[in-house]
């Protein structure tokens, strides 16, 4: 097995250790829900899990769930079209996987009814292996109302996250290479000044908009080496979590309030996650939990409302 390319996701300990998690799953049955931005390879992991467990003979479907609400359900239940019913997603993948792509982008009365079909699954003799995924945070959603709890219990029994490129300075580059080198049939470099470029670009797309804009930089040139003049990227770099405006203030700021600032910048830039923000910021879970606490017993608006 092991068909799908995991070194293009990288080297990075927190991508080697979701490909690890990512393997050791495959050979459940479990639900996975993969989060990560656009582009991070969330399908490609997904493929992964499907073709490293006793499923990997049997179907691999992929439901994007942006599609149009009649559409999405059509495609997951099966419709009728001129007079000839169309199978849908789930009885295809009867013994293997589905990926419910971009899970978060459901309608609110279809979530409930999605998951009171996938309880009902074995009535109808089905067996699937359900993937999700989603660039949002679903339990954020789920407290806000806004993603229905049943079905998120059910699609998150294992959650893997891909971190964004920007956050693997050393797998960017490495890609970068990797992805010149290929589209050019291993005959073109990289110069100091295009890496340099690369490398503070905000890959907003992240791998898929490297590759893509690699495929046709190295395809506009006859050259053996890629200059920065070849890459074809807007002038978008990467972004300082604090703003200019804050910068300025935060020089005026007194200790604690520049700390609590602090702490609501790694909570932010981790979708909460607090583990996350702690390691970012160097302290234990426990010395963040009490921070948070202490500003929210205070009346800080940003920590009264955090989950």
């Avoid at 899990?49 to 992929?62: C, D, G, L, P, Y």
């Avoid at 292996?129 to 989603?134: C, N, P, S």
């Avoid at 797998?171 to 080198?181: C, K, S």
């Amino acid at each position: 097995m092991d068909t799908v390319n995991v070194e293009l996701f990288g080297k990075d300990p927190k991508v080697q250790r979701a490909i690890s998690v990512a393997r050791n799953i495959s050979v459940t049955k479990a639900s996975v829900l993969v989060v990560g931005e656009n582009g991070v390879g969330k399908r490609t992991l997904a493929r992964f899990i499907h073709e490293n467990s006793n499923r990997a003979s049997k179907a691999f479907e992929v439901v994007d769930c942006s599609l149009e609400p009649q559409v999405v359900e059509n495609i997951i239940f099966g419709h009728r079209e001129n007079g000839r019913f169309n199978r849908g997603a789930l009885e295809s993948a009867n013994g293997g996987t589905i990926v419910f792509a971009n899970i978060d982008c459901l309608e609110d009365g279809f979530q409930k009814k999605l998951h009171k079909v996938i309880n009902e699954l074995t009535d109808y003799e089905i067996d699937v292996r359900i993937i999700a995924t989603t660039s949002k945070n679903l339990s954020k959603l789920v407290g806000a109302g806004r993603f229905y709890r049943g079905l998120f219990i059910q699609v998150s029994t294992n959650n893997i996250v891909i971190p964004p490129l920007r956050e693997r300075t050393a797998d960017l580059e490495a890609l970068a290479r990797h992805f010149v080198a290929d589209f050019s049939g291993g005959e073109m470099e990289v110069s100091p000044q295009a890496l340099d470029r690369i490398l503070g670009h905000y890959w907003s797309q992240n791998v898929d908009e490297l590759k893509s804009v690699l495929e046709n930089s190295v395809g506009s040139t006859e050259e053996n080496v890629l200059e920065d003049i070849d890459l074809n990227v807007g002038e978008k770099k990467m972004v300082n979590p604090v703003s200019d405006e804050e910068s300025e203030s935060f020089k005026l700021m007194s200790l604690k309030e520049a700390e609590k600032l602090l702490i609501r910048k790694a909570l932010v830039h981790t979708s909460e996650n607090r583990t996350q923000a702690a390691k970012i910021l160097g302290v234990s879970i426990r010395t963040l939990r009490n921070k948070i606490n202490e500003y929210r017993t205070e009346g800080s608006s940003y920590f009264v409302n955090l989950r």
